[in-house]
């Protein structure tokens, strides 16, 4: 179980500050939404935490350390909007899965084979893990659906044993079908491996089906977090009752009936 | 292609055009400065002694060293640097070795010529590759005329694949001595223009109207030509007050390049026809090793192509705002 | 063991493509011209070099095919000979062409950032010189001969070279997969090596075998200056440069080397274009087997009703080869009604609205019964222009970027309209006012990038309200926006209704979004209509199993947390897989023997409802009685 704590992030590109100062704690084994409009600075925000984003001043902590990446593996992994480019094309997706695996499986003085074996049971492991068939490692990402090459680039957030992870609107890309299923698999996989998760979304249906607790941005500033019930049924905050008010709903439906 | 300096200029303006303007001038003035200081360098980049070089082995020790000493060669490297620059800035490029005249002189003798082949050629090239491409893209669009494509690309891949110079060969050992319908050589009355510029228009001419016909097809793809269509404008507005300001501005970015090599193939094409341009003067000079020379023409060609790239990315920003603003 | 798998259909799709013509011609050139380059010196290089007095500057003849030269060496010989010093310069030029450009172009993505952006700007300035000036700079520094020549030519190619390499690099950099590889701490030497030359591999090493024939044809011209290949020794620009003040005497011996280059030259082009042929970028065609499965339309009733304002029957849209995205859907519009159409992508959702706008794109082909607007076969009817108004996904992209939106507005006016040029400026500034766009006259006169997403989009309906329209289809108008922005524009699109009493026809993978605005849903699926219900059926009342999954698929306000989301198994069917029976029948949990073997009709299901499905959900699990009345489908089928 670990946790991620934010403090006084700021993201300024040139003289634009895309985020300004913002503290967000995402306690033990939990997953916080965090929603808002476009260019609230929410992805910037998930970017920043994993430094892809130009970060002026603050500190990104994993289990209350700094969470700078040691010997170059992150304990904090993002999984990308757009299963089409988060992949490389010319990569098998057992390849792109074992990049992510930290160094060392099984000791460096182990003969190359054996290592190599090791590495693919590794591989294997990790694509059941996500529902894709270990016999598919070979094929490159062409010969994939979206929802399937989602569950790959979860697979390669997951080899590499993150404490943390960013899911940027994963499945704002996927087909209604495919996204349930994706939904699904990543609340599962987030109960049975405790990591904690920074869940991106402009879908206030998706976040509040998903997290514990909800943050909201508007303009680059965190304007409220809480818990989701409260958040959603007692909103304190106008950027959070206008998100909430522009919800398209089924149940509107049922209502004019 | 922007330095940090750049960056920040631009940054730092607000209004886009303002910026933009920064920006492009002082990438013009950047590349310029390169420019002076390569054409500079050039005479100390040449391995052993230059002017030994020029006059020859045998010359008189007594000779050389006051054409070391007119060149300046005596001075420091600083001191020649500034005095090239302020010489430049002033319009004099220094003596030619060779015919011991101004390289200014020489050159504004010489340029009229070049420019006399090189504008014409320049016009004929956008008068005929911009309707043929776009007739081409027109009339094989969405795969039509499978065939008509393929002899398109051909005729055209083929013709731009002839370089310049032996293309002015072919031409006239066509219309120059099987068929003597022009002079072979120099510059003389009207007809004598007629091969020089056909062999400057032919090559960019069948480059660019394949890239225009890319274009058409890419523009004629795109989301707001269907919405022309679903306005049901007529063929003819559509094409031409919807595709055509949109090709125009990325044909010319694309070709923006090969206009400033239109100038540098005057260079092989005065050479086949004996015109008394600036392209038979800078070859004559290399062999001849009349390096203040060579140094004066580079500088005109070099300044040139810089400034026409200047002015079709000022003229691409113009019709199109968009790409200026977000940032060339 | 990762690149295994491409690199064997790389070789695969290479060999196929060299079994096409301009495969076998590429290859047939290329080991022409390294036989001739290889045997010609060995067997004529004593003919080439023989000095003969007696036969001084002769013309063509049986002796000497293309004649002599001012020593009397045959011209033929020598231009054979000519290739192998030819193509060792060229390619040796090439070398260094190529290896410097890749190194100045992938070294911004492997030095510090400082260092990086000093090559970049360097790269910069130095391709905006012609190459022959270029070229001509550096000849002068190496000097008249072979090794300047060799220099001069090779560094010339360093720019260009460099250039595109940085700009695959950059655009390479800055994709997804590098950004995930970064975050997994891959090294930056293991970056380069793993993700960024093998996805510039392609086209770098296409522009680099164009490159060489370009090179070819500049060696040729340096010499052909005297600039380049010096006497005794010879290549083709030398032999031109020889042969070109005899051009009235000897045509021929100017021809020949001039040639050479050419067809080299273009051997070169040639290799290139296969070599992206078999990186799949211009993969050649193969032709489609064209079954012969033409949609038979049934005939159709003669008038619409007065309610009816568009009627489609058995509306199909077909590609080449056969393929059908649309596969026989009859629908109704009445006036003033909202429908929506939803589906996954796929489904031909998109392309029956097309279809109806009589908008599909080139090869498609649509065919129906009966495709009627407001009466008339709308097929080339002009009134569409002021009757239908369309509104798609992408607002930046349906508006043409380089005109001013006024002009876009006000030409439906003076097309459709007659109306004058002020006239129709004077009505687009009055429909923009009507979509509540502040400042409308200064708007007007501006470029669709200054306005933002939303604006945009209520701009295309404006435009749409220049005419007076009877239908608006309006195609996920809100996907591309935020949520904030699609519920202004949703209440827009009701509003305009509301005033104008137009008919709106809205496709939207989005069942909330289709609820919140429609009276009716459609659905959608493998290219036909499985279920036509009132929008208030739709939470829990839907009969087609598909309907139900989608619903339970989206997570709503009200969804329990505790609950699993509904899921569908597998994967819809390709255009042209939809076997015999139900086309959902693969995913269905409720297929049944019947399901897989017919394909079930759209039929009625109580008042205002149709579903296509033999067991729909909310009747008795055996009956599918609703369903029963298409037995007829499943004797002809």
Known sequence: MSSLELRGITVRY????????????????????????????KSTLGKAVVGLAPTRSGRVLVDGADAAPRRGHSPVQLVFQNPYASLDPRMS??????????????????????????????????????????????????????GQRQRVALARALAARPAVLIADEITSALDVSVQGAVLNLLRRLQRELGFAMLFISHNLAVVRYLCDQVAVMDGGHLVECGPTDRVLERPEHPTTRNLISCVPTLALAEEAS | MATITLDSLGTRVRNPWIAFGLRRTWRLLASLAALVTAAFAMIHLIPGDPVRAALGTTADPALVAARRQSLGLDQSLPKQYGDFVVNLLHGRLGESIGAQMPV??????????????????????????????MTAAVLTKDGRRRRGELAFTGVTGFLGAVPEFLLAVGLTAAFAVAWPLFPVASRGGPDSYVLPVLALTVVPAATLSRIVRVETLRVLGEDYMRTARAKRLPARLRYLRHALPNLLTSSLTLGGLLFSSLLAGTVLVENVFAWPGLGTTIVQAITEKDYPLVQGVVLVYGAAALLITFVVDVAVAVADPQSTVRGS | MPHHDHDSSLRHRLGRTLRTPIGITALTACLLVALVAVLGPVLLGDRAARIDTDAINQGSSAAHLLGTDQLGRDIAARVVVATRLTLRLTLLAAVIGVGGGLLLGVAPAVVGRRLGRLITATVGVLVAFPGLLFLLFLATIFGVGSTGAVLAVGLAMVPPMARLVQNLTASVAGSDYVAAARILGVGRFKMVVRHLLPNIAEPSVLFATQATGGILVAFSGLSFLGLGVQPPQYDWGRLLNEQLNRIFVNPAAAL??????????????????????????????????????????????ATDGDGVLVRACDLRVTFPGGRQAVRGISLDIARGEAVGLVGESGSGKSLSALALADLVPH?????????????????????????????????????????????????????????????????????????????????????????????????????GLMGEPKLIIADEPTTALDVAVQEQVLDLLAEVREDSGAALLLISHDLAVVAQVCDRVLVMYAGRIV????????????????????VGAVPTMTTDP????????????????????????????????????????????????????????????????????????EATS
Request: glycine letters at 12%; hydrophobic letters at 40%.
């Open chain 1, 14 to 41: 040139g003289r634009f500050t895309a985020v300004e100062n913002v503290d967000l704690l995402v306690p033990e084994g939990t997953v916080t939404g965090l929603v808002g409009g476009s260019g609230s600075g």
């Open chain 1, 93 to 146: 997706v057992g390849a792109s899965v074992a990049e992510a695996l930290p160094d060392g499986v099984s000791g460096r003085r182990t003969p190359a084979r054996e290592r190599r074996a090791a590495r693919d049971a590794e591989v294997a492991r990790f694509l059941e893990l996500v529902g894709i068939d270990p016999a598919r490692a070979v094929l490159t990402p062409d010969a994939l659906s979206g």
């Open chain 2, 104 to 133: 200014s002189g020489i050159i504004s003798g010489r340029l009229p010529a070049t420019l006399e082949i090189a504008v014409p050629a320049f016009v004929l090239i956008l008068l005929i590759a911009v309707p043929v491409g």
């Open chain 3, 256 to 301: 020949a080397p001039g040639a050479a280059v050419v067809l080299t030259g273009l051997m070169f082009g040639l290799a290139g274009e296969v070599l992206a042929q078999a990186g799949g970028r211009r993969a050649p065609q193969a032709p489609e087997p064209a079954r012969g499965q033409q949609p038979n339309p049934s005939e159709e009733p």
């Open chain 3, 363 to 463: 090869p498609g082909r649509v065919t129906a019964g009966t495709l009627r607007f407001d009466g008339h076969d709308l097929r080339d009817d002009p009134r569409l222009g002021t009757e239908l108004a369309m509104v798609f996904q992408d607002p930046m992209a349906s508006l043409n970027p380089a005109l001013r939106v006024g002009r876009q507005l006000a030409e439906v006016a003076e097309v459709h309209l007659g109306a004058s040029r002020a006239q129709g400026a004077a009505r687009a500034v009055d429909r923009l006012r009507a979509v509540r766009i502040p400042a409308p006259e200064r708007r007007a006169r501006q470029r669709p990038h200054e306005y933002s997403g939303g604006m945009r989009q209520r701009a295309v309906i404006a435009m």
């Open chain 3, 531 to 550: 279920e036509d219900l009132p929008v208030t059926a739709l939470l829990g009342g839907a009969a087609h199993p598909y309907t139900r999954a989608l």
């Open chain 3, 562 to 633: 505790g609950t699993e989301l509904a899921t569908i198994p597998g994967r819809p069917p390709e255009p042209g897989e939809t076997g015999g029976g139900c086309p959902f029948a693969p995913r269905c949990e409720r297929a049944r023997e019947r399901c897989h073997r017919t394909a079930p009709e759209l039929s009625d299901f109580g008042p205002d409802r149709q579903v296509a499905c033999w067991f729909p959900v909310g009747t008795a699990a055996a009956g599918g009685s609703v369903a029963a009345t298409s037995y007829a489908a």
